[in-house]
């Protein structure tokens, strides 16, 4: 597998006037593998962007490597850059702790009556955010630490991670129809449990919305 960045050239609008919508960004990314277009084959990339330092970047997680100049349609000339991630795979270890970043898209499911199906809802609150990833944790092959020297105002314990970022970007499902999606950024640290369950929750993502921008989990080593 492949991990690439490219800084979305922000400060050229006629450049990127086209990225007004998710639906734009995942076409972009589907666009830039160029060979599976060819034979039909579309395989799953994630993707989500990253702002730090004040610049905005498109971050792709993909089987094969993407078209260079593809890739860098909306972006800052120069800025491509794709690494093997498989060495980073083949070095997790069970307990191993590690400082992570995650985009999804935090839902729930409600009860309608008079509906055999539920309706999926976007979590709100800060609280009920944290409380989504805390929930899925386990199954995901990871756990959050809790600090039990350190307490909030209401006397509970603080976690190794928060939330950074809270956006709701626009997706257009249909020509002249748009629904707002809930984008949340994490960013905290974890310690490895399951590491075939972990595995895949870094490659197949996390959560609803994978295809627009949401799932995308990376870790780094704690130092």
Request: hydrophobic share 40%.
């Given at each position: 597998?492949?991990?690439?960045?490219?800084?979305?050239?922000?400060?050229?609008?006629?450049?990127?006037?086209?990225?007004?919508?998710?639906?734009?960004?995942?076409?972009?990314?589907?666009?830039?593998?160029?060979?599976?277009?060819?034979?039909?084959?579309?395989?799953?990339?994630?993707?989500?962007?990253?702002?730090?330092?004040?610049?905005?970047?498109?971050?792709?997680?993909?089987?094969?490597?993407?078209?260079?100049?593809?890739?860098?349609?909306?972006?800052?000339?120069?800025?491509?850059?794709?690494?093997?991630?498989?060495?980073?795979?083949?070095?997790?270890?069970?307990?191993?702790?590690?400082?992570?970043?995650?985009?999804?898209?935090?839902?729930?499911?409600?009860?309608?009556?008079?509906?055999?199906?539920?309706?999926?809802?976007?979590?709100?609150?800060?609280?009920?955010?944290?409380?989504?990833?805390?929930?899925?944790?386990?199954?995901?092959?990871?756990?959050?630490?809790?600090?039990?020297?350190?307490?909030n105002s209401d006397g509970a314990p603080t976690w190794s991670f928060d939330i950074v970022g809270r956006e709701?970007?626009?997706?257009?499902?249909?020509?002249?129809?748009?629904?707002?999606?809930?984008?949340?950024?994490?960013?905290?640290?974890?310690?490895?449990?399951?590491?075939?369950?972990?595995?895949?929750?870094?490659?197949?993502?996390?959560?609803?919305?994978?295809?627009?921008?949401?799932?995308?989990?990376?870790?780094?080593?704690?130092?």
């Amino acid at each position: 597998m492949y991990l690439s960045r490219v800084e979305i050239d922000s400060n050229n609008r006629a450049k990127t006037r086209d990225l007004t919508h998710l639906g734009a960004y995942h076409n972009w990314v589907e666009q830039s593998f160029p060979a599976e277009i060819a034979v039909h084959e579309r395989l799953r990339h994630l993707w989500r962007i990253d702002q730090l330092g004040g610049r905005r970047y498109l971050l792709v997680l993909s089987e094969e490597k993407p078209d260079v100049e593809k890739l860098a349609t909306y972006g800052v000339q120069g800025t491509v850059m794709t690494k093997a991630y498989d060495h980073l795979l083949d070095q997790l270890h069970e307990g191993q702790l590690l400082q992570f970043r995650l985009t999804a898209n935090p839902t729930h499911t409600i009860t309608v009556p008079g509906r055999k199906q539920g309706r999926v809802v976007p979590h709100i609150t800060v609280e009920q955010q944290r409380q989504w990833l805390i929930d899925r944790a386990e199954r995901a092959g990871f756990s959050l630490i809790q600090n039990v020297a350190a307490e909030n105002s209401d006397g509970a314990p603080t976690w190794s991670f928060d939330i950074v970022g809270r956006e709701w970007p626009t997706l257009h499902r249909r020509a002249g129809r748009g629904v707002r999606l809930s984008r949340v950024t994490f960013e905290g640290l974890l310690r490895i449990n399951d590491v075939a369950a972990f595995k895949e929750t870094l490659t197949q993502g996390l959560g609803r919305e994978k295809a627009y921008g949401m799932g995308l989990m990376t870790v780094i080593p704690e130092a």
